[in-house]
Nanobody, 126 residues
Framework: VQLQAFGGGLVQAGGFLRLSCLASGRTFSMYAMGWFRQAPGQEREFVASIGRSGDNTYYSDSVKGRFTISRVNAKNTVYLQMDSLRPEDTAVYYC????????????????????WGQGTQVTVSS
């Protein structure tokens, strides 16, 4: 599967953005999806993930209550709605795909996502 993330940009603190990740192919529903982010000089960190049907979602503590992950399988797309953005949310955001379902104990692990998009820059000014 090939992934393309877009929707990043520059926004003021307290603002919002919606990221999209479009997947190629006809088997999108066979993949669990995740969003990770990487700030300069830091490791790529987990943001959110979602099961194949969209029923199960997982979030990092730093974004819980502010970000919402969702997917529309008919559109081969996973979204990340980001509200109440903070300067510390500034990073390159990547979407990842994991073949098969995702279970809660691995939902935040970067190593289970084997396919990655190119990333989209999100910058939050104070």
């Amino acid at each position: 599967v090939q992934l393309q993330a877009f929707g990043g940009g520059l926004v003021q603190a307290g603002g919002f953005l919606r990221l999209s990740c479009l997947a190629s192919g006809r088997t999108f529903s066979m993949y669990a999806m995740g969003w990770f982010r990487q700030a300069p000089g830091q490791e790529r960190e987990f943001v959110a993930s979602i099961g194949r049907s969209g029923d199960n979602t997982y979030y990092s503590d730093s974004v819980k209550g502010r970000f919402t992950i969702s997917r529309v399988n008919a559109k081969n797309t996973v979204y990340l709605q980001m509200d109440s953005l903070r300067p510390e949310d500034t990073a390159v955001y990547y979407c990842g795909a994991k073949q098969g379902e995702i279970l809660s104990h691995v939902a935040a692990l970067r190593r289970v996502f084997h396919y990655w998009g190119q990333g989209t820059q999100v910058t939050v000014s104070s």
